[in-house]
């Protein structure tokens, strides 16, 4: 089958449905937690869909139900995401985005779009058993998947799949390898505390700017000397202030960042390293580091098993030619991790690039992925779902 194929799977009005959809998503975008008129529109389009039990979840989120062949089959659960981000967008498209300073500039609007083109489709088509909907607020926090599993949206559910739209491969494309798919995501806050004077007497003073340039560059040596080589890893310090004025040496610098890896191992040895960089060039300062480190989300790793739902589906819809390998190690993070800490599940890349035309990158202001991607996204998750609920029966 190819892109053409997988277009008729849908009928005219529901694929004009689709994009006007992901469009009307697209032109009012909302960050996360304050997805009302989102989550008011998708709540409608889940009834549209045959999805039944609609509900709120977690303020702005979504579950629903699309019943399976059998009362008593194994449920698997499919996740959108739905949030928005604080970026001022610069497509200049038509449904470009009304609110000044935010954007679907990660796409969740097309995985929100591709969860109810799947709901359709599963409706049509059941799997063995239910698939439980969830549309989820706050992953750009990486907060909405654990408020989903703690409002029990997850109850009862025996796998779990998803997907992220991916600029880096064209259309028709899809990456669903086993292994490492998306990094951790660790925060630190170090704050250096010295003693503050006269800029022209830093011997009166013990100066934490020093210490803190000394400490940003100590750390770079982390990846570079104390893990394996060709380790995944990332140590970025992404805000570096101190000061007030160019006469006065300040008491204080702060310095905040983010901790990536995709093995546990080294991410426990990531943040033990950090701590202890820091804390050993501060004492060398005579000045003192104080280490916050802040747990973010989880690596996700497909197991082979698991991701063989997925390469199942993207085999009998798109053919052996639309695998493609990540390019390099992923190291964003994405909170789907938190359920896959639970039950067991996979997490795909779906090609949105149309060849030829200019490659937007996600997190910026000309993101632009190809709407057919909802297309290929709905097929190919509601595919997986029912494969992940054929081999859970038998
Ligand atoms: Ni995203």
New binding site residues.
């Given amino acids: 089958m190819t892109l053409h194929a997988i277009e008729t799977l849908f009928d005219p009005t529901l694929r004009a449905g689709l994009f006007d959809l992901r469009r009307d998503l697209h032109r009012h975008p909302e960050l996360a937690f304050q997805e009302v008129r989102t989550a008011a529109r998708l709540e409608a389009a889940l009834g549209a869909a045959g999805a039944d039990d609609v509900r709120r979840v977690a303020g702005t989120g979504l579950v629903a139900r699309v019943p399976g062949r059998h009362a008593d089959g194994p449920v698997v659960a499919l996740r959108g995401?739905i949030d928005a981000l604080p970026i001022h967008e610069e497509t200049g498209v038509a449904f470009a985005s009304a609110t000044a300073g935010v954007m679907h500039a990660?796409?969740?609007d097309v995985h929100a779009t591709w969860t109810i083109g799947a709901a359709h489709l599963l409706a049509r088509q059941p799997a063995v058993g239910e698939v439980r909907i969830l549309l989820q607020p706050a992953?750009?926090l990486g907060r909405g998947a654990l408020a989903l599993l703690e409002a029990g949206a997850l109850d009862g559910v025996r796998a779990i799949v998803g997907g992220?739209v991916d600029m880096r491969i064209a259309l028709g494309q899809v990456i669903a390898e086993p292994g490492p798919i998306a990094g951790s995501t660790d925060e630190f806050v170090i704050e250096v505390v010295g003693r503050g004077g006269h800029a022209a007497r830093p011997h009166e003073a013990r100066d934490p700017i020093v210490a803190a340039a000394g400490i940003v560059i100590g750390l770079q040596t982390i990846v570079a000397r104390r893990l394996a080589p060709g380790e995944p890893a990332v140590v970025t310090v992404a805000t570096f202030q101190a000061g007030t004025a160019e006469n006065v040496i300040p008491e204080r610098a702060r310095l905040t960042g983010t901790l990536r890896a995709v093995r546990p191992d080294t991410r426990l040895a990531l943040q033990a390293e950090l701590r202890r960089t820091a804390e050993a060039i501060a004492a060398a300062h005579d000045v003192e580091a104080r280490v916050d480190l802040r747990a973010g989300t989880p690596p996700i790793i497909n197991s082979g098993e698991t991701i063989g739902w997925a390469r199942t589906a993207v085999t009998m819809l798109l053919g052996q030619d639309a695998f493609r390998t990540l390019p390099t190690p992923n190291l964003g993070g994405?909170d789907f991790a938190f359920y896959l800490e639970r039950l067991p599940g996979c997490f795909i890349r779906i090609g949105a690039h149309e060849p030829g035309t200019e490659r937007t990158m996600?997190h910026t202001p000309r993101f632009l992925p190809d709407e057919r991607a909802i297309l290929i996204g709905a097929a190919v998750l509601a595919e997986t779902a029912r494969r992940a609920a054929a081999e859970l029966s038998s």
């Fill in positions: 995401d990660c796409g969740h992953e750009e992220h994405e996600a």
